[in-house]
């Protein structure tokens, strides 16, 4: 028996082809503990599966490794789905895998748990924004046809007539219902200015039903949000991601409606409320002047002003007196110089000479006789003398050189 | 009443500004620091103001609407079919 020798390219793709053939490594579902995990930048997984004695290689390929929801990780228990392959070139069979799920707890339940811990790391939970007291326009995006927004409006009608509703019709639930919600939020911050309020609101349903409103893709568009974001989600006791990250978690749709819409009595009420303050601090304005003025009235304006009297007073006292002073001095140097002036005169006096003994001599007519041509035998004159004068008759006249004469002529 | 010009009311004012405004007037007589030109006169705007809000409370109509292909068109609950929970 002649045996065929093989090439290792033959002898791998024999056991290529038998593997493949067989019905049950075409399909099987196996269970493991993670390890060696890497995610290539393709985008293909490549990680092993192990449990206490063996383990196996796998791949994940893009296509499908995208299609999870949650995040594998090393050491975390699941059971997948796929196939057994060989990789020709190095002889290895591995698992090709198609589908993922955590051993123990759904698959849901995880990526919901991963999510949330990640938004949280990140802050995402942390932020809430005011939620305007008296809004003027709400958007609802939901279902139009759903009970939630049944009720909205019918909680909104009985409580306000001011407020008005834009609804923003969006999937509440399958494939697409995560990506039109995050796209209402966008529009609406983009697009709508007049928005005071969002609610996200719908009725009750199972987890998978729920499970646009716990997808990333919301959160980020509710994070980014600029308009305040209200969650009414399922029933009271339905938490989605949603709700972590909206400002706030209504239990009900009902109950987003009541806290987004203020009863029309409580604009009422605030605004009677602006009107009173408005006239009690008027008339606490007046009051308050009116005391003031009575206040000065009474006591503050008469002291002031017999103040500044005895002020200006003082004043004038201190001015009189100086002007006092001032025209003493006055009149003493005046004095003075009088006097001085008056000895001046006294000086030249001529009658002081008289009374040193000297006399004046004058003709009949009062001009005085200082020479003695000035008078001929016979001529009346008088002579003065300190205490009187004598009419005499000039009864002789004898010119003489004197040295008097020179003062005189000089 | 130049420093408190833009507390004064205007036609295009909608209710938010002019509650906001009414608002701002209040707390500024409350303060009770101005002279009493001042203060009257953000009084007579005040009553203005509240009177014309309380106007449009009275008068103003909810609307109800949905967005279909970008428009907002009005909204009666008759026109969807509901279903239960």
Redo the contacts between chains.
């Keep these: 028996m002649q045996i065929k020798t093989l090439t290792v390219s033959e002898l791998n793709r024999y056991i290529h082809r038998l593997i493949s053939s067989d019905p049950i490594l075409n399909s099987i579902y196996l269970k493991g503990e993670i390890s060696n995990f890497k995610l290539h930048g393709s985008g293909h997984a490549y990680f092993s599966l192990k449990d206490e004695a063996s383990k196996i290689n796998c791949v994940m390929f893009k296509d499908h490794y995208e299609k999870i929801k949650f995040e594998p990780k090393n050491g975390m228990h699941i059971i997948t789905n796929g196939y057994i392959s060989t990789y020709e070139r190095d002889g290895q069979y591995q698992l090709y895998i198609r589908e993922i799920e955590p051993d123990g707890i759904g698959t849901l339940h995880l990526a919901f748990e991963q999510l949330k811990i990640k938004l949280k790391k990140e802050g995402l939970f942390d932020f809430k924004k005011k939620i305007p007291s008296f809004p003027k326009k709400i958007a609802v995006v939901t279902s139009p046809s759903g009970a939630a927004i049944r009720d909205i409006i019918s909680v909104s009608k009985r409580r306000s007539h001011y407020v008005d509703l834009l609804i923003y019709p969006v999937l509440v639930q399958g494939e697409n219902a995560a990506l039109e919600i995050s796209n209402a939020i966008n529009h609406l911050n983009n697009e709508y200015a007049d928005i005071d309020i969002i609610i996200i609101a719908r009725g009750g349903g199972s987890i998978e039903e729920l499970w646009a409103f716990n997808e990333e893709v919301v959160a980020r568009s509710i994070w980014n949000s600029k308009i305040p974001i209200i969650s009414a989600i399922g029933h009271e006791t339905d938490y989605t991601i949603a709700d972590f990250v909206a400002d706030l978690r209504a239990p009900t749709p009902s109950a987003a409606a009541e806290i987004a819409v203020p009863p029309i009595s409580d604009f009422k009420n605030n605004l009677n409320g602006f009107y009173k303050k408005l006239n009690t601090s008027w008339n606490y304005y007046i009051q308050k002047k009116h005391n003031q003025l009575i206040g000065i009235n009474k006591h503050k304006l008469l002291s002031i002003t017999k103040h500044k009297l005895l002020e200006e007073t003082q004043r004038l006292d201190l001015l009189q007196r100086n002007l006092y002073d001032y025209a003493n001095k006055k009149i003493q140097n005046s004095q003075s110089q009088l006097v001085k002036n008056a000895s001046k005169l006294e000086a030249l006096n001529p009658f002081s000479t008289i009374l040193r003994g000297y006399s004046i001599t004058f003709d009949e007519n009062g001009n005085n006789i200082y020479k003695i041509d000035q008078v001929k035998k016979g001529d009346r004159i008088n002579i003065m003398l300190t205490d009187g004068h004598l009419n005499c008759t000039v009864t002789h006249k004898k010119k003489e050189d004197h040295s008097i004469e020179h003062f005189w002529t000089s | 009443m130049n420093t408190f010009g833009h507390l004064k009311f205007k036609k295009e004012d ?3 500004e002019a ?1 906001k405004k ?2 701002s ?2 707390s500024l ?2 303060e ?1 620091n ?1 002279s ?1 030109d001042e ?1 009257l006169s953000l ?1 007579e705007e ?2 203005g103001l ?1 009177r014309y ?2 106007d449009y ?1 009275e008068k ?9 292909n970008g428009e ?1 068109i009005s ?1 009666e ?1 008759s ?7």
Excluded: H, P
């Excluded at chain 2, 103003?60 to 279909?68: A, F, G, N, V, Y």
């Excluded at chain 2, 026109?79 to 929970?85: C, E, M, R, S, T």
């Design positions: 909608s209710f938010e509650i009414l608002e007037i209040v007589l409350d009770g101005l009493l203060t009084y005040g009553i509240y809000c309380n409370l103003s109509e909810q609307k109800i609407q949905i967005l279909m907002e909204f609950l026109d969807a079919k509901i279903k239960g929970d």
